[in-house]
């Protein structure tokens, strides 16, 4: 019998795609694992009014570990233009199947890596005093609050008498808002909570005292954002002065974060924000590393076990019909090797990073991203790898 199950979720798109040839990397590196499939996506959305339908959390319940490829969300009006006309009126509502698994997990804790890999063409370069050029190093982990934050799932759009009477005893509410008629109002909210903003907090201080870092960047708004960033700032000072007295915080707002990353990257190793401004800053450092092609995450719940893995970058709806597939299955791989450095299987893992370190650093095989071309299908005849051919030039350096 196998040593792991594995509950695979390709999802849409380019997820069936990535999560397949990661798949295979796994199997070629010797991880001895069972994949069940996980449904999960648009296409459960549209049969069944249920995108991560009970069997699939009842998988993860049993199993533990996910690995999750991508999923296509759409706007309001088009999830009940796209629903089976035998479930319309049925009372369903479209929530991002993504978002509820974080929350019905606990999955609040979201690492996301943004690391140079020697040799990628897409490293970000920028221009030195002497007139040449510098390509620094990235080494940041974004920690990112998962379940709470403007992604908690709280908003209305004409609000009810209930909701609309407890905004209107805010004064800045009152006096800002109250001159909107309510069936143009849409809210949502932002809620933070200390047991959760604590236990991200830590996760990144345990991580920069592992790596040897003196110092952990919050990046909020708390000239602003006073309530919610005010507490999460609050829990890192207090952290710092009372558990951490050798790493310091320092305080840079999200959109100083945004400057500052295209300056002087380096500067950067851990930084942990709320859930959207994690979002935001993440896949701004991933674009220094090469792009969503290799932008990678973690998100787990310490207290129950339960574990997902998925690249960043979204369904690709544009490319997924295309064959051979062109897409970049890179971030996918680099999820998996995620996995297996959170379960202990640090020999496999290693085994995985230094093939995909050693095929880029030789720059033979590269995908249409890699090359700086625009994601068409005759890409392949102008010399760019197809998915396959990426994963097949990995297995061949693990052998």
């Known amino acids: 019998m196998a040593k792991r199950t594995i509950v695979a979720m390709p999802g849409d798109g380019i997820g069936k795609v990535v999560l397949d040839e990661a798949i295979r990397v796994l199997d070629a590196a010797g991880f001895d694992a069972e994949y069940v499939n996980g449904d999960i ?4 959305w549209c049969k069944e009014g249920n995108p ?10 049993q199993h533990k570990i996910g690995l999750f490829g991508a999923i296509t969300s759409k706007p309001k009006d088009k999830t009940l233009t796209e629903l089976d006309p035998k479930l319309k009126d049925k009372g369903f509502t479209y929530y991002s199947p993504i978002v509820t698994m974080r929350q019905k997990f606990g999955l609040d804790i979201c690492m996301r890596p943004c690391i140079t890999l020697p040799g990628n063409p897409l490293n970000f370069i920028r221009r030195n005093t002497k007139g040449g050029s510098d390509e620094p190093v990235v080494d940041c982990m974004i920690f990112r609050q998962n379940t709470e934050g403007l992604y908690g799932g709280v908003e209305w759009t004409n609000p009810n008498d209930q909701v609309y009477d407890t905004f209107m005893t805010h004064p800045r509410f009152k006096e ?10 849409a809210i949502s909210t932002r809620i933070v909570t ?6 991200i907090i830590k996760a990144a201080f345990e991580y920069a005292k592992k790596r040897g870092f003196d110092k952990v960047t919050v990046c909020e708004k708390p000239n602003v954002i006073r309530e919610t960033s005010g507490m999460i700032l609050k829990i890192a000072q207090d952290m ?14 999200i959109d100083a974060m945004m400057m500052w990353l295209t300056k002087n990257p380096e500067n950067y190793h851990v ?36 574990c997902v893995f998925e690249p960043t970058h979204g369904s690709a709806p544009k490319y997924a019909e295309l064959n051979p597939s062109i897409v970049n299955p890179i971030a996918m791989i680099l999820s998996a090797v995620m996995m297996l450095e959170h379960i202990g299987e640090d020999k ?49 350096k693990l052998k």
Do not use: H
């Not at 200390?194 to 236990?199: F, G, V």
């Not at 401004?277 to 290799?294: C, N, P, R």
């Open 41 to 44: 996506g648009w296409e459960f």
């Open 52 to 61: 991560l339908p009970d069997r699939t959390i009842k998988l993860l319940e």
């Open 176 to 185: 800002n808002f109250a001159w909107c008629p309510r069936p143009e109002l």
């Open 194 to 199: 200390k047991k959760y903003s604590t236990r």
């Open 240 to 253: 710092s002065k009372n558990e951490y007295p050798n790493i310091r915080v320092e305080d840079v707002n």
């Open 271 to 306: 930084i942990v924000s709320e859930n959207m401004f994690g979002d935001i800053v993440s896949d701004a450092f991933a674009g220094l590393i090469g792009g969503l092609g290799f932008a990678t995450s973690a998100q787990f719940n310490p207290e129950t076990g339960v």
């Open 348 to 396: 496999i893992a290693n085994r995985i990073k230094d093939a995909v370190l050693k095929v880029i650093a030789e720059g033979k095989v590269r995908c249409y991203d890699m090359m700086k071309m625009s994601g068409k299908q005759e890409v392949l005849s102008n010399g760019a790898a197809s998915t396959t051919q990426m994963a097949d030039a990995i297995i061949a």
